[in-house]
Each structure stands twice: as structure tokens, then as C-alpha cells.
């Protein structure tokens, strides 16, 4: 099997709910779905997303990926691509211009599993097809009644973790929601914070203090501190017996390594870049150091989640894009279920391709958003029906 050509489609939608954190706030999706397509008909997908711009023109995108990225998949071997080695040496080693990297490794890995005839995640080596996933709500920016509304959501459909956003400039509103969301989900649920990075390290050590003794034991406080803090977040695993610390979202595989070397997490958080994540997920098992799958595109992040033996559990969000794909990954009860279909499981709908926006719009210009069945419709304020 080789790569014969390419295809790209453009999506800029509005999402059915405001998301963010501490850091970031988005109202709108800025996606484009890069299929590559072999010489035997089979197309492996990946989806590029950008949060804090929107992307180009679709005619622009593809001028920088036939220029950028084209030139080294050309009629090449998708499974000699996944296990290609680079060195990171020279001026040929640098980002392209829009974030294709990781459309790229979902989309090669796809084709590469497709190719053998077998779902990715039993390619990957496998053995389990679920994994734990915990509600997690991007939930900063939403009042208290949609917070409530969106963890007991959760909890109805059998969730038995949360995760939700901290790092507020008033610490009493943080401690307030921590409150809301032990009256709003069942009695032993777990609890996780996310600052996404808003303190500082002897800051957070007082506030992860102040919420263990206000009666929260945490299952983890992620990013509490800087990425590069290697010295605060070990100083903080150290002074914090009771909480977990996780880290390394932020960081490539190079950045989790050095993370790792430095004991600067006690779990290391990755994400969606397949080939990057087995690597580091290997070099975290050589190290002893569990793994937790973050919030991927589509939740394509369940096939290295039920590949790596140390990944107890995988982020879900909520998120309204689901009518981007013929088939979404199951979630049910608490876990995500691998799909069975070979590859990823994951197909463009012909219905959103025809949907597709082509040219970059203002935001005063988008419909309203698309439905997101696993919501109730009065947590989809600008949803249609």
C-alpha cells in the first residue's frame, strides 16, 4: 500500500456550549479533516484543530500542505511512516506551518492498520478494548446552573469521576465549585482539578492543602504550575504525600522525557499523537510512571489508551463533534469502548462534508451549533434541533 493523494475538508462551527479553562476561552470549532488515500482506495483520517485563530481558506491549507507536508508522503508506505525515525537535527526539523502533526499520525496510522485488515488498537498490541473514562466538563466559563446541569448529566449516565477547572483569581470560587459538585454527583465519586498551569509552585501547594483539609481528597491536581517548573512539581510531589500530581500535557515527547527524568510528575498526562505517545508510553513503563490519556479529537486517544497497560484512564468532554464521523467512539457506563472496524474506526460523514465551510467566516456568520446528542438539548444553548 502507498500514498497515492490527499484530501482536505474545512469546518468552523459554532460549539453548543462555551468551553475553557483558567487560560482559554472558545465559543466556536476551527477543524480540517486531512484523508490520505493509498493506491488501493483506503483513506486514513486525522483532523487538524486550532483554538485561538481560526484556520485559512481550505484553498490555502492545501497550498501549505501540498508545499509542506505533501513532498514526503508522496507514494510512500504508510507502516514505514508510523515506525520512521527522524533526527531532530538541521532546518528540516521544524513545525509546519499550520499543525498538521498530529492529522498526520492519526491519519498514517490509520492507513497502516487498515492495510493488515485490523482495528489499530489490536495492532498496537492490545489486550483490552475499554478503558475507565472520567467526565470532565471544560467547565470554567459556564455559570453554576450549567455546571450542575452538566455534571449531573454525567453522573446519570454512570460516570464515577470529574475533573473539573480551577485556577480562578478568587481561590473561593474554586473552592465553591468543588463544593457544587459534591452535592451535584453521587456520594464516593472521585474528584481531579485542572489549573492549567495558574499557579505558582508554593501557591498551589497552599491551595491543594486548603481543599484537602475543606474535606476533598483529590484523586489528581493536573498542571498546577508551569510546564518547565521540573523543580517546583517535584518539590510539590514531595510536599504533597496525599495528592497525586499530573503533568506533561503541554510538553512533546522530548519535554516529557526530560519531565520524567527530573520526578517531576507522579502521572504523565499525553494526548492524541500516536506514534509520539506508544514512544513515551514505553519510555514511562521502563520508569514506572503511570499514564492517563487527555482529551483527544474524537476520542481517537482509546486505541494507545487500551494499548498502554499503565493508562487507567481516558478524558471525555462532552463535546459536540460527533456529527463530524459516520460512527463516534462508544462511551458507555464509565468506559470508552475501542471500535472493531479496522483502523481507527473513525469515517468523515458524508453528511458534514457537504456541510463543510470552505471559507473563513466570522463568527456572526455561523448557524447554529451542530446537535450534540450526548447532551440534553437545555445544555445546548445555541443548538439546533
Known amino acids: 500500500?502507498?500514498?497515492?493523494?490527499?484530501?482536505?475538508?474545512?469546518?468552523?462551527?459554532?460549539?453548543?456550549?462555551?468551553?475553557?479553562?483558567?487560560?482559554?476561552?472558545a465559543e466556536d470549532v476551527n477543524a480540517a479533516a486531512v484523508e490520505l488515500i493509498s493506491d488501493a482506495?483506503?483513506?486514513?483520517?486525522?483532523?487538524?484543530?486550532?483554538?485561538?485563530?481560526?484556520?485559512?481558506?481550505?484553498?490555502?491549507?492545501?497550498?501549505?500542505?501540498?508545499?509542506?507536508?505533501?513532498p514526503d508522503l508522496d507514494g510512500q508506505s504508510p507502516m514505514a511512516l508510523v515506525h520512521r525515525v527522524n533526527r531532530p537535527r538541521g532546518g528540516r526539523q521544524r513545525a509546519t506551518s499550520l499543525p498538521f502533526h498530529e492529522a498526520l499520525?492519526?491519519?498514517l496510522w490509520d492507513l497502516a492498520a487498515k492495510g493488515v485488515g485490523m482495528p489499530l488498537w489490536q495492532m498496537l498490541g492490545a489486550r483490552r478494548d475499554r478503558v475507565r473514562a472520567y467526565a470532565s466538563g471544560l467547565d470554567f466559563h459556564l455559570d453554576d446552573a450549567a455546571f450542575c446541569a452538566l455534571f449531573g448529566h454525567a453522573d446519570a449516565l454512570g460516570y464515577g469521576a470529574f475533573k473539573i477547572k480551577v485556577g480562578h483569581a478568587d481561590f473561593d470560587r474554586d473552592m465553591h465549585r468543588l463544593e457544587l459538585l459534591r452535592?451535584?454527583?453521587?456520594?464516593?465519586?472521585?474528584?481531579?482539578?485542572?489549573?492549567?498551569?495558574?499557579?505558582?509552585?508554593?501557591e498551589a501547594a497552599i491551595k491543594i492543602e486548603a481543599i484537602r483539609k475543606a474535606g476533598f481528597d483529590l484523586m489528581w491536581v493536573e498542571d498546577p504550575i508551569l510546564?518547565?517548573?521540573?523543580?517546583?512539581?517535584?518539590?510539590?510531589?514531595?510536599?504533597?504525600?496525599?495528592?497525586?500530581?499530573?503533568?506533561?500535557?503541554y510538553l512533546d515527547a522530548s519535554g516529557k522525557r526530560l519531565l520524567m527524568d527530573e520526578c517531576g510528575t507522579d502521572i504523565l498526562n499525553v494526548h492524541g499523537q500516536i506514534?509520539?505517545?506508544?514512544?513515551?508510553?514505553?519510555?514511562?513503563?521502563?520508569?514506572?510512571?503511570p499514564v492517563t490519556v487527555g482529551n483527544t479529537f474524537l476520542e481517537v486517544g482509546i486505541h494507545p489508551a487500551v494499548a498502554l497497560p499503565e493508562v487507567e484512564w481516558m478524558e471525555y468532554s462532552f463535546q459536540n463533534f460527533d456529527h463530524l464521523v459516520e460512527e463516534p467512539v462508544m462511551i458507555r457506563d464509565g468506559y470508552a469502548h475501542a471500535p472493531a472496524r479496522p483502523g481507527h474506526g473513525l469515517v468523515l460523514s458524508e453528511a458534514a462534508r457537504a456541510d463543510a465551510q470552505p471559507k473563513l467566516a466570522r463568527f456572526d456568520e455561523l448557524g447554529p451549533a451542530p446537535f450534540n446528542p450526548r447532551l440534553p438539548a437545555d445544555l445546548q444553548t445555541t443548538a439546533a434541533a
Open 1 to 25: 500500500m502507498r500514498i497515492h493523494s490527499f484530501r482536505i475538508t474545512r469546518f468552523q462551527f459554532r460549539r453548543d456550549r462555551v468551553i475553557g479553562d483558567s487560560q482559554v476561552r
Open 41 to 70: 482506495g483506503e483513506v486514513g483520517l486525522g483532523f487538524v484543530q486550532t483554538l485561538f485563530s481560526p484556520l485559512p481558506d481550505q484553498d490555502e491549507i492545501e497550498r501549505i500542505f501540498l508545499a509542506e507536508v505533501w
Open 105 to 107: 499520525q492519526v491519519a
Open 183 to 202: 452535592k451535584t454527583v453521587r456520594k464516593g465519586a472521585q474528584f481531579m482539578i485542572d489549573a492549567n498551569e495558574a499557579w505558582g509552585a508554593k
Open 227 to 249: 510546564r518547565h517548573d521540573y523543580d517546583g512539581l517535584r518539590q510539590l510531589r514531595r510536599a504533597l504525600p496525599h495528592t497525586v500530581i499530573n503533568s506533561g500535557e
Open 275 to 289: 506514534t509520539d505517545v506508544m514512544r513515551i508510553g514505553w519510555l514511562a513503563a521502563e520508569k514506572g510512571v
